[in-house]
């Protein structure tokens, strides 16, 4: 029967595997593929619908062609993908258990008295790794904040530690100066009184001298 569902199964080992095929969806009709998938799975599919155009004599990107795209769990029959999209586009989905999975694609396309365009469908799965550990992922920031806040602390520290050191520094330089002015002036004023001092003697003999020859 032409709405009957036709089923491809592939059997491959999902550990960053990318899977890439191109097929051609009639009228009404359903292509499901088997996806073997390990829990908490990341899944992304890629997929371009190209239409048969007569009078080109090839495959063109209709807007007016969606695809209906269902993901559905084997055991449980829970739909974890249900939705119609462009002719170019991609779905994601997470496995919530482990098992096999279906991944079915339908054009919104119907069989009738009249013939129908030839869809062909391009499909791209990439299996990712398991679903990362959001509670550890945050704990991992937590501990990354703590340590950022601490390394900022330190720096608060050591720039609080150099700006005290410019301080004493300029302390020390003010003090340094005004110790070598005093120094200074000290010399100055010793000069003076040694000056003063060999004055006062050289007077003193001059005048000591003048009275001896007098007598």
């Not at 004055?199 to 000591?208: P, S």
Request: net charge neutral; charged share 30%.
């Amino acid at each position: 029967m032409r709405l009957l569902t036709s089923i491809l199964v592939s059997i491959a080992i999902f550990s960053r595997l990318s899977s890439a095929l191109y097929f051609y969806l009639e009228a009404g009709a359903n292509k499901c593929f088997l996806e073997e998938l390990p829990k908490d799975t990341i899944v992304v599919g890629h997929y371009k619908a190209e239409e048969w155009q007569e009078s080109t004599k090839s495959y063109i990107i209709n807007d007016q062609l969606g695809i209906q795209i269902v993901v559905q769990e084997v055991e449980s029959g829970d739909k974890v993908v249900n939705t119609r999209g462009l002719p170019k586009g991609k779905f994601t989905f997470t496995s919530h258990e482990a098992g096999d999975h279906t991944i079915c694609l339908r054009s919104n396309y119907t069989g009738g008295w009249f013939s129908t365009p030839q869809v062909r469908m391009h499909l791209d799965i990439a299996v990712g790794e398991a679903k990362v550990d959001e509670e550890g992922e945050r704990e991992h920031v937590k501990d990354l904040s703590a340590k950022v806040r601490e390394l900022n602390n330190r720096l608060a520290d050591i720039r609080r530690e150099q700006r005290f050191q410019r301080e004493r520094e300029a302390e020390f330089r003010i003090l340094s100066e005004k110790t070598n002015a005093r120094a200074v002036y000290w010399s100055l004023l010793q000069i003076v009184v040694l000056l003063g001092t060999c004055a006062w003697q050289l007077r003193h003999l001059k005048g000591f001298f003048e009275s001896k020859k007098l007598r």
